[in-house]
């Protein structure tokens, strides 16, 4: 079970606030009460206004802001080490088709559930509290997101979910992932769960005709809320809206007003200056996906351009792991190296990481989240580690990349709640879960 407190003081801890002053307090504590974080201070002044409160003593750990996750994949986790039945994919679109739309297609619902409950615990253990996701089971479509849903609250993270929206399946699917989409959107409108949130998924523009685009515009205006898709992923993508549109693929979807302050414009990878500029205008937020760019070889999206014409800019995982602080270093070296130039990146890596992905979060969550100060979400990580080094504002981007980063997440609290203490789940059993994934996985693996 979490462990549960109304009120709890944290004391002793080598305190990261991520507040817009970049504040670090040596010896700090915060005072949380039903989710929330009331005060924040030295700790013993805090000790002494609160002499009876439950004490976490965090012996000199350091105590940051639990990491946000600005787009993840959490369907994709049961095909870790699975073989595939053809020649290895030599391009993106091949990916797409020999890996991921067979794997998503073989999904059935105990699939979807655990492999999003994995996915939950290794987010835990490596301190991310916040998950922004975007589901694809179009075996398995309608209440897929509530599957996702009971796996965020037995392990009592933060999420928005989405089902996205693909015509590759035919008219029915694509029906049916609009109809999931905004069912679930009610859902959290009607409940109003500060934990969960939802947006309208869309897969790309080249697997969507205009008929579709539209539909999915007139919904998503009516409900109040935007679209959570990929954007020029591949240059495939680009190609293609050339080709049938003759347009670039960012116009074609500000044509059909999918852009806007409310959408997600996962990876940006293949736009242009005149793209930029409609984001820009737009509005747009875009997600850098490092890792997976990396992986998938599709290219380097041009970030810093991005970010120096006004675009805001977060950061993801894609599926690709769970460990945001391997996200940070990995945006960090691959931009000096796109860019040949080891000035850059330093400042954009925290802006996106920390400013943008808590911007981003701010879309779906009324919580504030991922910074210590009075009045945000209680979402907090310890991590082991004791700076060799002087840890000042001015020097935590190096600690960062070079110490923090690969420090052990100790302990995990989300809204005020011990989600994992001392290196222990105290949500589930771990090796119960992992259990049961390898058996499904197995069947999964059979089928696919």
């Known amino acids: 079970m979490k462990e549960l407190a109304k009120q709890l003081l944290i004391t002793h801890a080598s305190l990261v606030t991520l507040d817009e002053s970049g504040q670090i307090i040596p010896d700090g504590a915060l005072l949380i009460r039903d989710g929330l974080i009331v005060e924040v201070g030295p700790t013993q002044k805090l000790i002494g206004r609160h002499p009876t409160e439950q004490i976490l003593d965090a012996g000199g750990q350091l105590v940051m802001p639990g990491l946000i996750n600005a787009h993840m994949h959490l369907y994709s986790t049961l095909a870790r080490g699975m073989a595939l039945k053809d020649e290895p994919p030599a391009n993106f679109v091949q990916i797409l088709e020999r890996l991921w739309w067979r794997l998503d297609r073989a999904l059935d619902e105990d699939d979807i559930f655990y492999s999003a409950l994995v996915a939950l615990i290794s987010c835990i253990r490596h301190g991310t509290t916040t998950i922004i996701d975007h589901h694809a089971s179009p075996g398995n479509i309608p209440g897929s997101l509530d599957l996702i849903a009971d796996a965020m609250e037995q392990t009592g993270l933060r999420g928005c979910l989405c089902y996205e929206v693909s015509d590759r399946g035919g008219p029915q699917e694509a029906e049916a992932g609009i109809g999931e989409n905004c069912r679930f959107i009610r859902r959290c409108q009607a409940e109003k769960n500060p934990m ?163 911007e981003i979060a701010a879309l779906f969550f009324n919580s504030s989240l991922g910074i210590i100060r009075p009045g945000a979400a209680a979402d907090l990580i310890f991590l082991d580690y004791f700076p060799p080094t002087p840890l000042r504002s001015e020097t935590f981007l190096g600690h960062l990349l070079f110490g923090i980063g690969g420090a052990r997440v100790q302990t995990t609290i989300v809204n005020g709640k ?14 119960d879960v992992a259990a049961r994934a390898r058996e499904l996985a197995g069947k999964l693996w059979e089928r696919f």
């Open 196 to 358: 969960l949130a939802a947006s309208f998924g869309l897969h790309a523009s080249f697997t969507l005709s205009d008929k579709t685009l539209k539909q999915c515009v007139k919904l998503a205006g009516d409900l109040g809320v935007g679209f959570h898709l990929h954007v020029a992923e591949d240059a495939a993508d680009v190609r293609d809206a050339q080709q049938k549109y003759g347009k670039s693929t960012v116009q074609r979807l500000a044509d059909i007003d999918v852009l806007g302050p409310q959408t997600l414009a996962i990876h940006c990878v293949h736009v242009d200056d005149d793209d930029m500029e409609i984001l820009r205008k737009m509005g747009a937020n875009v997600v850098h996906n490092p890792q997976s760019n990396c992986n998938n070889g599709v290219g380097v999206a041009p970030v810093l351009e991005m970010m120096g014409q006004g675009v805001r800019v977060g950061l993801g995982s894609d599926g690709f792991t769970a460990n945001m602080f391997d996200e940070i270093r990995t945006a960090n070296i691959l931009h000096k190296l796109s860019h040949r130039d080891p000035r850059v990146g330093y400042a954009e890596v925290q802006q996106m990481a920390f400013q943008n992905n808590r």
């Open 418 to 431: 011990i989600l994992m203490r001392d290196g222990q789940l105290l949500c589930l059993n771990e090796e």
